[in-house]
DNA sequence: ATGGTCGGTTGCCGA
């Protein structure tokens, strides 16, 4: 069971490298973030039609989560409980979490951590909360010994080896101590980053900024994680980042990462 | 040298 997550900055503007990507890379389950759009807007037809089931959890203009698979959802948890951003009572929070359990048992979720704009930010203790309500969930979703993957845009690097200049990023947002802190309290739950369990080499992206040559230049950081039960690390056999995608005309500004679970 | 480049029912804001 191959499981991907990538943040498609717009999924209707990226609808059609989506399309290829799913056809080329054959994901089974594609959790997706930064669709930008309403549900009622969400290319649902396009996919219905190749065979996809979606969970989607959408908002105007920003944020936004869905959930692909080819095995149908049987379950959907649309808030991350406790978070005083992912959680506005009904759909009123922001659009960044979204639970699906899958007919086999496995449970995925669909991830988009604030970015946290700067360290100095109002937004930055923002994240640190989302942070910790996302520990609180894992904390709970362990007990019940299940597979499961929590995937997306964490906008963290957990490790030095994950930015392309320690120095230049040193205290910054998405590399922040106080960020990579939190990080690190989720993954010493028992949690295993399925990326950086099968690929100890360093300075592997999944974000390049759209803007100073970054792309060309290989300036990114690794801000998008799989990150396993341990139910789900026991199956782990294969892991990658597909650069494919951010290297097209109007490419998202990040790429996938995908896991195969036996 | 706080620049630069995307997307959004846009004319700035968030990333």
Redo the contacts with the bound molecule.
Sequence with gaps: MKIATWNV??????LGHLLDWLDAAAPDVVLLQ?T???DQ?FPRLELETRGWHLALRGQ????GVAVLSRLPIVEQVRELAGDSVANGGGDGGEARYLEAKLANGVRVASIYV????STESD?FPVKLAFLDSLRRRAEQLLEAEEVFVLGGDY?VAPEEVDVFDVRAMDGQVLFHPEERRRLRRLLFLGLTDAFRALHPEPHSYSWW?????AWQRDLGLRIDHLLLSPQAADRLIASGIDKGPRAKE??S?HTPVWCELR
Excluded: F, H, I, L
């Excluded at 900055?9 to 990226?14: D, E």
């Excluded at 900024?209 to 040559?213: A, E, F, I, L, M």
């Design positions: 900055n717009s999924v209707k503007a990226r930064e930008k759009c309403q807007e105007k203009t920003y944020n604030p970015m946290g704009q937004r906008n900024d759209y803007r100073g040559g109007k490419c500004d």
